[in-house]
């Protein structure tokens, strides 16, 4: 029986099961439909720093602090049929401090960006923002509060 409660940095490595040696998220892709609208939103929009691009720009690596962000040609790693349109398949997170929320919002707002739902304090003591990437992804830049 494993004690639930012991945070997990102070469990002993691989605890007696092989996916128990997996340490960290590296990185996240996105299969972008509109890779070009894609491309745009994350490196002028998001401000993304651009770390790497491979196969004719069908795979691009943004570093997003210390992770990437990988955008990726549906199929290209995988042979999975490319989800419709107004489909999100995934929801990001960014935290940032509780100031940047709203000058996040704004900064998006400058940009022609659509807010699904504008930064407000949670329940949940988050300040969050809600919005989507070109191909519907919903994105949240939140704080704790």
Same mark, same amino acid.
């Given at each position: 029986?494993t004690?639930?409660?012991?945070?997990?940095?102070?469990?002993?490595?691989?605890s007696g099961?092989p996916?128990r040696?997996?340490?960290?998220l590296?990185?996240t892709i996105l299969f972008a439909?509109?890779? +070009?609208?894609?491309?745009?939103?994350?490196?002028e929009?998001m401000?993304?720093?651009h770390?790497?691009?491979?196969? #004719?720009g069908?795979?691009?690596?943004?570093r997003v602090?210390? #992770?990437?962000?990988?955008?990726?040609k549906?199929?290209?790693?995988i042979p999975d049929a490319?989800?419709?349109?107004?489909?999100a398949?995934t929801?990001?997170?960014?935290?940032v401090r509780?100031?940047?929320?709203? +000058?996040?919002e704004? +900064?998006?707002?400058?940009e022609?960006?659509?807010?699904v739902?504008?930064?407000?304090d949670q329940p949940?003591?988050?300040?969050?923002?809600?919005?989507?990437?070109p191909?519907? #992804?919903?994105?949240?830049?939140?704080?704790?509060?």
């Amino acid at each position: 029986m494993t004690d639930t409660h012991t945070p997990p940095h102070s469990r002993p490595p691989f605890s007696g099961h092989p996916l128990r040696a997996i340490r960290a998220l590296d990185y996240t892709i996105l299969f972008a439909r509109d890779m +070009a609208a894609m491309r745009r939103f994350y490196a002028e929009v998001m401000r993304f720093e651009h770390y790497f691009e491979l196969l #004719n720009g069908d795979w691009v690596e943004y570093r997003v602090g210390g #992770n990437i962000l990988a955008l990726c040609k549906p199929g290209l790693v995988i042979p999975d049929a490319t989800l419709p349109i107004g489909t999100a398949a995934t929801h990001l997170a960014f935290r940032v401090r509780r100031e940047e929320v709203d +000058a996040a919002e704004a +900064a998006l707002r400058a940009e022609g960006v659509a807010i699904v739902s504008p930064s407000t304090d949670q329940p949940w003591a988050h300040r969050t923002l809600f919005f989507r990437d070109p191909d519907g #992804n919903l994105l949240e830049i939140y704080a704790d509060i």
